[in-house]
């Protein structure tokens, strides 16, 4: 079950659970998330990768998120363009509370635009 958010429901997500361990998020690229260089702002980048990360950790309830951000890092490796990007997250090792992270975002070319780590607190037991 993935969250519900109004927020990423305007990004256009489009989610897919390969396995327990990871999901990928789809987002069609709209002009108003290009910025003044002609690229996606990297604030949407960002937001791709902590949405697709968070929901890693299964809602409990319909839409409501069960873990929070408590350490994010976005490496940004080339321009992001094209038509659509994808976040691809995993979980690397997971504990009692907190879930560390890892996702890497494609541009509809299958080039990688951007990485980023996470560490999430997860707000109830597993």
Do not use: W
């Not at 069609?28 to 003044?36: A, E, R, T, V």
């Amino acid at each position: 079950m993935f969250i519900k958010q109004p927020f990423d429901e305007f990004l256009g997500f489009q989610y897919k659970k390969i396995d327990e361990h990871n999901v990928h998020i789809r987002m069609p690229i709209k002009d108003l998330y290009i910025n003044s260089a002609g690229v996606v702002h990297g604030g949407i980048i960002s937001s791709l990768a902590d949405v697709a990360m968070v929901n890693l950790v299964p809602a409990k309830e319909i839409g409501v998120q069960q873990a929070l951000t408590v350490d994010l890092n976005v490496s940004f490796l080339r321009p992001a363009t094209g038509s659509y990007l994808v976040a691809q997250a995993r979980i690397e090792k997971q504990g009692r509370t907190l879930v560390h992270t890892e996702c890497s975002i494609y541009d509809d070319k299958e080039l990688l635009v951007a990485r980023s780590k996470a560490i999430l607190f997860r707000s109830t037991s597993p």
